[in-house]
Nanobody, 130 residues
Framework: QVQVVESGGGLVQTGGSLRLSCAFS????????MGWIRQAPGKEREGVAC????????YYGDFVNGRFTISRDNAENTLYLQMSRLKPEDTAMYYC???????????????????????WGRGTQVTVSS
């Protein structure tokens, strides 16, 4: 059974930083590309970032504009998202997911491969005050 421990969310002022993490157990972690998808109330899900299984390739949603960095520690089975220069529009629930990276960034299934997005944990709330 896969278990995930999420941490790092919270309330921060505009311009501040947060580091999200998802620590996995019971999953062959380095078999998967991993990513983050977010959803704000009343809005569609957005693909935030994705990292290949090896960590060598990373991908980001257009809105990130160099403010976030995704990373992973395969020895510790942990996924990270370092967020800086946060804006009120970054306020959302952030979810760690497994899926091909094009699927993660699009935040929807790619009909070409049909690979589903698997959401892990309950999500981590990030709130950025203005």
């Amino acid at each position: 059974q896969v278990q995930v421990v999420e941490s790092g969310g919270g309330l921060v002022q505009t311009g501040g930083s947060l580091r999200l993490s998802c620590a996995f157990s019971g999953l062959k972690f380095d078999d998967y590309a991993m990513g983050w998808i977010r959803q704000a109330p009343g809005k569609e899900r957005e693909g935030v970032a994705c990292i290949s299984w090896s960590g060598k390739s990373t991908y980001y949603g257009d809105f990130v504009n160099g403010r976030f960095t995704i990373s992973r520690d395969n020895a510790e089975n942990t996924l990270y998202l370092q967020m800086s220069r946060l804006k009120p529009e970054d306020t959302a629930m952030y979810y760690c997911v497994t899926a091909p990276c094009d699927t993660v960034i699009a935040a929807k299934v790619n009909p070409a491969n049909g690979e589903p997005i698997r959401y892990w944990g309950r999500g981590t709330q990030v709130t950025v005050s203005s």
